[in-house]
């Protein structure tokens, strides 16, 4: 088959894409895993001329993990939409695939340094607007855990309360700090 037909193409001719900025969680790779044992594939990817893959990074992952070594690769120039039709379903198969289709999108994560990256590369203002874009990069995970019992520090601490971050660039370090201070915080950048 060629073309419009759908050529068959080995899985492992497609390529991760270098700028994806977007990463699966441990929980989310093992649920699109989950899906595609439990109901086979059926979400359509998108890869360019050199078999980039442009959407769907974790779902060719997730289909190798799982056995599947082949593609069918239909060309378009994007003036039509692609449908997977899928056969054999059950009605309990078709709401488990459409939830979990939704659920792995919403576990992802961004990547903060590549998206960082790809801001100052290339205009993303369509996909987010700079206050989403600070609020992403300025969002830090902590190893702050509110269930954990702490002592009562109130009579050692001082009428001024600090916090460090440490960013890791200069770029993510103006980021935080507009944020911060968009947030009406007294901020100030200090470099080490």
């Not at 974790?58 to 056995?67: D, I, K, R, W």
């Amino acid at each position: 088959m060629s073309g419009k037909d759908g050529a068959l193409q080995p899985l492992s001719s497609l390529k991760q894409d270098h700028k994806n900025a977007r990463k699966r969680t441990v929980q989310s790779k093992n649920l699109i895993e989950e899906s595609i044992n439990r109901y086979g594939a059926a979400r359509s990817i998108v890869i360019d001329e050199s078999n980039r893959i442009l959407a769907g990074n974790g779902t060719v992952e997730a289909a190798a993990a799982s056995g599947i070594d082949k593609v069918r690769i239909i060309e378009t120039d994007g003036d039509e939409v692609i449908a997977v039709r899928r056969t054999g379903l059950t009605e309990e198969s078709k709401v488990g695939l459409a939830l979990a289709d939704n659920r792995t999108a919403e576990l992802a994560e961004w990547d903060k340094e590549m998206l960082n990256t790809l801001s100052s590369e290339h205009d993303i203002e369509p996909w987010f607007s700079d206050d989403e874009l600070m609020a992403i990069l300025a969002d830090n995970e902590s190893d702050f855990n509110e269930d954990e019992e702490v002592d009562d520090q109130s009579g050692k601490i001082d009428a001024v309360f600090q916090i460090i971050v440490n960013c890791r660039n200069e770029e993510e370090q103006t980021a935080t700090l507009d944020y911060l201070m968009g947030q009406g915080l007294d901020c100030k950048a200090m470099n080490a």
